[in-house]
């Protein structure tokens, strides 16, 4: 079982980046993915959940309106489109996976993940 988190990198305020979960070892189509970020210094939060059929997304309340999670089934792939990035987003972004489907009050727990990415690095900086 693998997930393998890409596309962060440096980004000026305002910019965009699309992060990538690539999936493989296991049935995609039964898993909900979920974005999780780290910022130096601090507790590792929930930022998105997609659910399996891709019809339930959660945002953490500092990203809605500027993030857009989704899935491609037929890639074994998630993403997680990051429009308007501000500083207070730099951070390591993970990716996790959960048979579980989860509400909305319990999508940001990350016991229920029972896998994880190793994490991509987003920077955004002038």
């Known amino acids: 079982v693998q997930l393998q988190a890409s596309g962060g990198g440096l980004v000026q305020p305002g910019g965009s980046l699309r992060l990538s979960c690539a999936a493989s070892?296991?049935?995609?189509?039964?898993?909900?993915i979920g974005w999780f970020r780290q910022a130096p210094g601090k507790e590792r939060e929930g930022v998105s959940c997609i659910r399996y059929s891709g019809n339930s997304k959660f945002y953490v309340n500092s990203v809605k309106g500027r993030f857009t999670i989704s899935r491609d089934n037929n890639k074994n792939t998630a993403y997680l489109l990051m429009n308007n990035l501000k500083p207070e987003d730099t951070a390591v972004y993970y990716c996790?996976?959960?048979?579980?489907?989860?509400?909305?009050?319990?999508?940001?727990?990350?016991?229920?993940?029972?896998?994880w990415g190793q994490g991509t690095q987003v920077t955004v900086s002038s």
């Open positions: 996790a996976a959960t048979t579980i489907s989860p509400l909305s009050s319990t999508w940001t727990r990350e016991e229920i993940y029972n896998h």
């Open positions: 070892g296991f049935t995609f189509d039964y898993y909900t």
